[in-house]
């Protein structure tokens, strides 16, 4: 294997590192040699693990998959520093640390789909997404984990939602699509209930709830959003802030104003044909964030 980067090369981490302490002379040759040895050694033990060290094209593809993890691990570990990132390499361990890192925040991030992937609890196509030859110009790694620590997050705290607010413990994983969708249904419910647990009743509790003239305003909606947030680790909730768009407010201020139209229909005895056909029509015409459309009233 060569750890081998162009110069202003904006390749793999690793090779950054070992440009940089080149450049620098900071890093004697007996140094670099036995870190290309361990880096070697690596791929072997991993080409054996998951491939066939016995192939060539794989044994290949085993350095660039711990040249990737590496990369990330080392970029994480040392804050993209390579001043530090070097100092990390040269420690006792060398290339174990941040292969190990690497590998850990891969693992976290990975989907659970259930479908055994070839890489254990690291998903397939997420560390293709990272695996990079040691002399490539450019290298997306750690933007691609980042995204899928992004998607994580939301999984999680779309999870914890559901845990925190909801009464019931079983999900369906189609029920809801958007953590902004999960949200808006528990401040919608919390706000006009005034529960701290969301059941599939709200539709026929409408009829005896007085919408109070204060509520039809987007502050209202922005106190009980922080109140529920305020619930949950700071992590999750800064990462649920993250995900809302600038038109959550404004779109939970129609439903309520959906809701009150609804409610005038029932008090009116409108037919449940036209209770479904206005439910409907606002349905198409905008999505009505915190009203679902629950099967089983």
């Not at 998959?65 to 530090?84: M, N, T």
């Not at 599939?200 to 909606?221: C, G, H, M, S, Y």
């Not at 209770?275 to 009233?297: C, I, N, R």
Request: charged letters at 20%.
């Amino acid at each position: 294997m060569q750890l081998i980067v162009r110069d202003g090369s904006n390749g793999p981490f690793l090779s950054q590192v070992l440009n940089y302490a080149r450049a620098e002379g900071l890093l004697k040759s007996a140094e670099l040699a036995q870190i290309k040895s361990k880096a070697v050694l690596m791929s072997l033990k991993f080409a054996d693990k998951f491939y066939n060290k016995y192939k060539m094209h794989l044994l290949e593809q085993a350095a660039y998959d711990v040249i990737g993890v590496v990369s990330l691990g080392l970029q994480e570990l040392s804050e993209k520093d390579p001043a530090r990132a070097l100092a990390l390499l040269q420690a006792p361990e060398g290339l174990v640390k941040p292969f190990q890192k690497g590998w850990s925040m891969l693992a976290t991030v990975s989907k659970k789909t259930g479908k055994a992937s070839l890489y254990g609890e690291v998903a397939e196509q997420l560390l293709q997404s990272i695996s990079c030859p040691p002399d490539a110009e450019e290298w997306d790694g750690y933007q691609q984990y980042q995204q899928a620590l992004i998607e994580h997050r939301r999984t999680q705290s779309m999870q914890l939602l559901q845990q925190q607010f909801y009464a019931r413990k079983q999900f369906d994983e189609f029920e809801h699509f958007s953590l902004e969708e999960v949200l808006a249904e528990v401040v919608f419910y919390r706000a006009l209930t005034g529960s701290d647990k969301v059941r599939p009743d709200l539709k026929q509790r409408i009829v005896n709830i007085t919408l109070k003239p204060e509520w039809f305003n987007e502050a209202f909606f922005q106190a009980h959003t922080d109140a529920a947030l305020a619930q949950l680790p700071a992590d999750n909730a800064a990462a649920i802030r993250a995900d809302l768009g600038q038109h959550f407010m404004p779109a939970l201020l129609r439903t309520l104003q959906f809701a009150q139209k609804y409610q005038q229909l029932v008090a009116s005895q409108a037919s449940p044909e036209k209770l479904d056909a206005f439910e409907g029509k606002q349905g198409l015409t905008s999505p009505l964030l915190g009203w679902p459309q629950y099967l089983v009233l």
